[in-house]
């Protein structure tokens, strides 16, 4: 049990905590984060969990409710392993974009811990997930605990009506794709109310009852024999029809697959929801936990400053947050890429010096916002209003690339070695912002494949292209996997061609047609 504090005004004394601490703790934090910082948040629902629990969130994707499924058991067992032989720590917290904000605390953390995770998670990533644009764009914090509780009651009843073997052929399928089962420019429908998944209920199994399979009666015609028939104006026709080209392969064959039954295209539907809902997080890494990691820094000293943590519970907090934070150099064996959190947290108390004690050049780099003042009023409106790549085109100083000590590599391909190409000084800031926040734009890095063409009414050919940059092709295995999951679930042939994304050259053509299983 926690000890009675031994100064008046500490909020804890030791390493060990109770439920009652930890509720005292939160409200005190809570109040002090939104006193400093004015911070806007979700209700929080706190869970305590052990170590093996912690794991098995890990495994599901962090998510409170999940179906199940192979890959997940797979993902635990990795994860066990590397915990059990100190290869790799477990997280302190997880965090769930939700209303109310689900915030997960290891039983096993020190109350010292237990105090930095909740200004973190519970303070500084809920009023990310609440404030921008991302999430309050692409995702529906009100309806996901409830649409996933729909999802994982839904799979397990086909499950028993369809078999497991089914079921699982057709999540390995939607899984495969599931990096392709998104919309990137344009908004998704709302989630639906409990009232509409239960109608959803009702439809499918009517539809289930009534399925027809007629596609497979359908005569083929002669090889050839249609694409001779169509003309340009035709293929236009067809394509206009379909909403083609289309960058959402999930949503495509959940609503065109000839062959899918309505149970299928609902599981599908399901895949590429979960899908949409983590993808402003692979957008906002950086500001992210940039964010959770500001408000808990700022947060712990300011309780530090008023008396309310001792000096080693402090020293404590410290060390974990260096731990957090810590960026090796390029020439480091440890150094596998640029820490998020390290950034993140670097950029945010740059952009509060700039407001507060700003240079000659803050002041010509940064003349709206260099010595206004109001640092709050800046870093609010950076959370609310910016994603990763956006952020560090706009933030990201000459100050702290000298700091980091960034430089640019040219890895040109008809090369055999690097070059610098620049460094931090007068003539390389500009480059060195506009490369690194090009590593973060998900649209130049995310790979372009999408719906061509398909002919309905003949061989039923499904046309794939992957826009290829910067020479960069596919994994042949990879590739031919899955094309065989997109075959599954179209049920005809399936290619895949490769295109110059400046020239429009091919570059490279795969078939489905050939590929065993």
């Known amino acids: 049990m926690t000890r009675a504090a031994s100064r008046p005004g500490l909020l804890f004394s030791g390493s060990d905590w109770n439920f009652a601490t930890l509720s005292h703790a939160y409200d005190v934090i809570e109040a002090v984060a939104k006193e400093e910082l004015g911070l806007d948040i979700y209700p929080v629902q706190m869970e305590v969990i052990s170590s093996e629990q912690m794991l098995d969130a890990y495994s599901s994707i962090g998510m409170p409710l999940m179906y199940r499924h192979w890959s997940f058991g797979k993902h635990f067992l990795h994860h066990e392993l590397l915990y059990r032989k100190g290869g790799r720590g477990l997280a302190y917290e997880i965090v769930i974009n939700s209303d109310p904000c689900i915030v997960y605390l290891m039983e096993e953390n020190t109350m010292a811990l237990q105090a930095l995770v909740t200004a973190h998670a519970a303070l500084g990533h809920n009023h990310f997930f609440k404030n921008n644009y991302l999430f ?70 009517y539809e289930e009852r009534s399925y027809n399979d007629l596609w497979r009666t359908l005569p083929r015609q002669a090889d050839g024999a249609k694409a001779a028939a169509e003309n340009a104006d035709l293929i236009a026709e067809r394509k206009k029809a379909l909403n083609l080209p ?146 560090i085109r706009q933030y990201l100083s000459p100050a702290l690339i000298r700091k980091w000590r960034l430089f640019v590599l040219s890895d040109a391909a008809n090369e055999s070695f690097y070059s610098v190409a ?84 091919t570059i490279y053509e795969r078939s489905s047609s050939g590929l065993t299983e």
């Not at 799979?155 to 495969?176: F, M, N, P, Q, T």
């Open 246 to 391: 289309e960058e959402n392969l999930l949503y495509f064959l959940e609503k065109t697959s000839l062959i899918l039954e309505p149970w299928q295209r609902e599981i599908l539907r399901i895949v590429r929801v979960i899908a949409q809902y983590f993808y402003p997080q692979r957008q906002t890494q950086v500001m992210n936990e940039g964010c959770a990691t500001f408000v808990h820094y700022t947060v712990m000293n300011a309780l530090f400053d008023r008396g309310r943590i001792g000096e080693g519970a402090m020293l404590e907090i410290l060390r974990s947050h260096s731990n957090v934070v810590f960026q090796p150099g390029f020439d480091d064996p440890r150094f596998s890429g640029i820490n998020p959190y390290a950034l993140g947290l670097d950029m945010m108390q740059d952009i509060r010096r700039i407001v507060t004690e700003p240079t000659a050049e803050d002041r010509d780099w940064f003349p709206e916002i260099a010595g206004s003042g109001d640092w709050r009023t800046v870093l609010l409106d950076a959370w609310a209003n910016h994603r990763d790549e956006s952020f």
């Open 136 to 205: 309050r764009q692409w995702t529906d914090a009100d309806a996901i605990l409830g649409y996933l509780d729909f999802a994982k009651s839904y799979i397990s009843r086909c499950e028993e009506k369809h078999g497991v073997a089914a079921v699982e052929a057709v999540l390995d399928a939607a899984h495969a794709l599931m990096d392709q089962g998104v919309f990137r420019y344009r908004r998704p429908p709302r989630l639906s109310s409990e009232k509409q998944r239960e109608g959803l209920r009702e439809r499918l199994e």
């Open 422 to 505: 620049s460094i931090h000084n007068e003539r390389g800031y500009e480059r060195i912002r506009s490369t690194l926040a090009q590593r973060y734009d998900i649209g130049a890095n995310h790979t372009d494949i999408q719906v061509v063409d398909v002919d309905l009414l003949g061989q039923r050919h499904l046309r794939l292209q992957h826009k290829v940059r910067d020479g960069i092709v596919l994994d042949s295995g990879s590739c031919d996997a899955t094309l065989r999951h997109v075959q599954r679930l179209w049920g005809y042939e399936v290619s895949l061609q490769g295109v110059d994304a400046q020239t429009g050259s």
